[in-house]
């Protein structure tokens, strides 16, 4: 999954507008025009897309979360200039205030079956064994489910 097609899916299912998501990038520090967002938003066929960069998903991420929770005290996080899957999952994660069992009901709607077990491997350090990267498929349906639990259809 590549980043333009996190930022059209968490749009599309929290049916966020221009504005909404040019607000958003602005609870993390950052100013968006809403010319770049239309351009991060297009299709990839077409000539005006512009494929947006790690820290610039990882800015509206944070956003999110401080939409969703509100600003924390102290220093404001910092985007990371790399995104692991595993970090998107982490940041709707934290956005979202799921738990794993939340997490496990989300995955059921996209019509995939997994163990809090499995989930929590997504969270843990690098350097566990019981580490696991979340692939791309597992991403995907995660979204896929949360469309369906937050946009469901009439």
Known sequence: MNNNDILRRLRYTFDYSDSEMMDIFAKAGDTVSRAVISDWLKKEEDEAFVEIKDVELATFLNGFII????????????????????????????????????????????????????????????????????????????????????????
């Open 67 to 154: 939409l969703h929770r509100g600003k924390r005290d102290g220093p404001q996080p910092v985007a990371e200039r790399h995104l692991s899957n595993n970090q998107i999952l982490r940041k709707v994660k934290i956005a979202l205030q799921l738990k794993d069992t939340d997490m496990v009901d989300i995955m059921k709607l996209a019509g995939t079956t997994v163990s809090r077990h499995e989930i929590s491997a997504f969270f843990r350090k690098e350097e566990q064994n019981q580490y696991r990267p979340c692939l791309d498929q597992f991403l995907r349906n995660f979204f896929q489910g949360l469309q369906a639990k937050h946009r469901p259809k009439a």
